[in-house]
């Protein structure tokens, strides 16, 4: 099994066996139900693109990264982007666990996309998110772009 040990949270790649976890983590960070089923669905369609990373401590799921890897007509490099990140907070005794399971989560993830051929790797993160970007830039990201979005479900 691919996991790595940083301080006090191990991470690996998470498998359809994972799905239950993966799927409680979305249901409550994104505020609506998704189940395991559409969990473990979503990760085989993604197998090829995604690499989906779990945050273990005290053999406990607290939290995942998801890193994108995609070719691009723009380099030979393929692009690599982290396109979810999610702790459990609220379950964590030391306060500055969130930011080490964070930086864990990172560093697994830059190996991956470095060993993948990409050299340079995006987040994502909210405007207001002031925490989680003065981590972001202590582990050397830059400000690269606003990123903008338009729903296209009509009502």
Do not use: C, W
Request: glycine share 4%.
């Amino acid at each position: 099994m691919n996991t790595q040990k940083i301080d006090k949270a191990s991470i690996r790649i998470a498998t359809t066996d994972d799905a239950v976890h993966l799927a409680r983590f979305y249901s409550y960070f994104e505020n609506k139900t998704i189940t395991a089923k559409q969990v473990e669905t979503r990760l085989t369609a993604t197998r090829h693109l995604e690499t989906p990373l779990l945050a273990i401590v005290d053999d406990k799921p607290v939290g995942f990264a998801s890193l994108r890897l995609v070719p691009a007509l723009s380099s030979e490099a393929p692009h690599a982007e982290i396109t979810e990140l999610y702790i459990e907070i609220e379950n964590q005794s030391d306060e500055h666990e969130p930011r080490i399971i964070k930086r864990a989560l990172l560093e697994k993830a830059e190996g991956i996309a470095q060993d993948k051929g990409a050299t340079s790797l995006t987040l994502h993160t909210g405007l207001k998110n002031k925490a989680s970007q003065g981590l972001y830039r202590s582990l050397g990201y830059l400000d690269y772009a606003l990123a903008m979005q338009k729903s296209l479900v009509t009502t």
